[in-house]
Nanobody, 123 residues
């Protein structure tokens, strides 16, 4: 069993940066880890994922602005978010699972989820 706890969300102005963190506990997890987000009235959206600390994937809307990273020694996952836009506002969820490289962006392949952290971006 893997428990995931997100932190780092908050209220920022457009153009600012935030760094989200996700602490994994329960057992050492070596599969894929990722970030998804969900805004009110919208479906959950893929943000970024990483496998083996090498292979990364990003959603089209965040490419070039967000960076995912992972510290396996500390069982931590991070999401550096730069140049934030009002449309980035959402609850951000950390996820862990075993998708293939081709399926890293699909929520159905992640079996573990955190409770989420709110990111609000004012214009």
């Amino acid at each position: 069993q893997v428990q995931l706890v997100e932190s780092g969300g908050g209220l920022v102005q457009a153009g600012a940066s935030l760094r989200l963190a996700c602490a994994a506990s329960g057992r050492t997890f070596s599969g894929a880890m990722g970030w998804f987000r969900q805004a009110p009235g919208k479906e959950r959206e893929f943000v970024a994922a990483i496998i083996w600390s090498i292979n990364t994937r990003y959603g089209d809307s965040v490419k070039g602005r967000f960076t995912i990273s992972r510290d396996n020694a500390k069982n931590m996952l991070y999401l550096q978010m730069n140049s934030l836009k009002p449309e980035d506002a959402a609850v951000y969820y950390c996820a862990a699972g075993a998708p293939t490289l081709e399926r890293m962006g699909r929520a159905a392949y992640y079996g573990y989820w955190g409770q989420g952290t709110q990111v609000t971006v004012s214009s």
